[in-house]
């Protein structure tokens, strides 16, 4: 347990938090300090073929130990962070033996971890757990992955009388903006399939996704002194609350769960002449993702007909990006990978999880590259703040499963 321990802090320690404003891969300098770590890592804990390219991703070989033919499979994770909460100057807190009660955080700025309102503590009464210290976030989102994918290589190369086959394993950056597989190379990565190790809670095995796309819609107003305004005036900031309104009540985040899909609005900024709404667009169900987008341009042009006359030209311009696709339509003709998964958690007495992920993945993107790849727990709660947290009982379990599905894949016909 402490050399996990001692593994998992020598990651989080170093700032890797990633900027959707750079157009550089990786998108900060600071992520190649834990890649560049990494890679000597992975070479002498003895994995062969350990590559890192000019944008930061990391490849790796374990060689099989069986003589006859098995599938190559992959396990990756990513090693940056999200720029959601502070990533810097991470200060982890180990508490062993967990009593079910508040974890204070930090004492000097009251931050409690309670078990009142994060309920799933109460799991892991007498375990080990780390934590932040109030200030930043932990990271576990996906270092936990990445200690993990090294342990049971580690691992399987300290025991070789595990017979498997050739396992590939893959670091990205970048995957917390969305950028984590844009220039994985699926073709020099060799593998059958993948599982990506960025789940949270143990035992959760995921194949499915949302569809997402992003729309931006831009209005147009007239600016006219407030006195003389009458019939002359266009508030583009009152036409841009007509569209929100004109959206679908009760479908948002918060107020939708498990395959329920949404309309967000997640950025509104505006003046008289001009307001910009920017919102995501998710859906498990293509059928209902295509409505979805359908009806972002019908309220638009609803709007356009109505101010047709008084403005001359459209007033709402909308563009809509597609940006992922679900997962479960290259999946589902290879189900037996997710069935491997799922048979090695039950052979270690791990419940699976089996659900839908409410967001995207690296894994959603590499399945569309033609590299299937569900996705595995990590074990880390709370993510992307200061109440992150991860057991360690959880990576150990991780790791096991890791393993397993290594050994399932060489015996399995």
Not at 17 to 46: C, M, R
Not at 104 to 129: C, M, R
Not at 149 to 161: D, F, K, N, R, T
Request: hydrophobic share 35%; glycine share 8%.
């Amino acid at each position: 347990m402490q050399h996990i321990i001692d593994r998992f802090i020598s990651y989080v320690t170093i700032d890797t938090e990633s900027d959707p404003n750079s157009t550089t891969t990786p998108s900060t300098p600071k992520q190649w300090n834990l890649a560049n770590k990494l890679v000597e890592e992975l070479k002498t804990i003895g994995l062969q073929d350990v590559t890192i390219d000019d944008k930061a991703y990391i490849m790796a070989t374990l060689p099989g130990t069986v003589d006859h033919e098995v599938p190559t499979i992959g396990f990756i994770s990513h090693f940056d962070t999200s720029p959601d909460f502070i990533g810097a100057n991470v200060n982890p807190q180990v508490v062993p033996n967990y009593d079910g009660g508040d974890i204070i955080l930090n004492a000097e700025k009251n931050i409690v971890l309670s078990p009142k309102y994060f309920k799933d503590l109460l799991q892991y009464k007498g375990q080990t757990l780390i934590t932040t210290d109030g200030t930043t976030l932990l990271g576990a989102d996906d270092k936990a992955g990445i200690t993990e994918i090294v342990s049971a290589m580690e691992y399987l190369i300290q025991h070789p009388e595990i017979k498997h086959g050739k396992i590939r394993i893959g670091f990205t950056p970048d995957e917390e903006i969305g950028r984590g597989a844009h220039h994985f190379d699926v073709d020099k990565f060799g593998a059958d399939w993948a599982y990506t190790m960025d789940g949270s809670q143990v035992g959760e095995l995921e194949y499915e996704n949302f569809n997402a796309a992003g729309a931006k819609i831009t209005f147009k107003g007239k600016s006219v002194h407030p006195g003389y305004a009458k019939g002359k005036m266009i508030n583009s900031m009152l036409i841009a609350n007509d569209f929100i309104n004109a959206l679908p009540k009760g479908e948002t985040p918060e107020e939708t769960r498990g395959y329920e899909g949404f309309f967000h609005v997640h950025h509104l900024s505006g003046s008289i002449e001009e307001s910009v709404v920017e919102l995501i667009i998710r859906d498990h169900n293509k059928k209902k993702f295509e409505k979805r987008k359908a009806l972002i341009a019908k309220i638009t042009q609803k709007i356009n007909k109505k101010y047709a006359k008084q403005f001359g030209e459209d007033i709402a311009i909308a563009e809509i990006n597609d940006q992922y696709y679900n997962m479960k339509e290259k999946v589902l003709p290879v189900k037996h990978i997710v069935d491997i998964a799922e048979q090695a958690m039950k052979e270690l007495g791990i419940k699976p999880v089996i659900k839908p992920i409410r967001g995207g993945t690296d894994g959603s993107q590499l399945s569309y590259k033609g590299l299937p790849c569900p996705n595995i727990f990590a074990g880390g709660h709370n993510f992307h703040g200061k109440y992150e947290y991860v057991p360690v009982e959880s990576i150990q379990k991780a790791i096991q499963v890791i393993v397993k599905i290594a050994e399932l894949t060489a015996i399995r016909k």
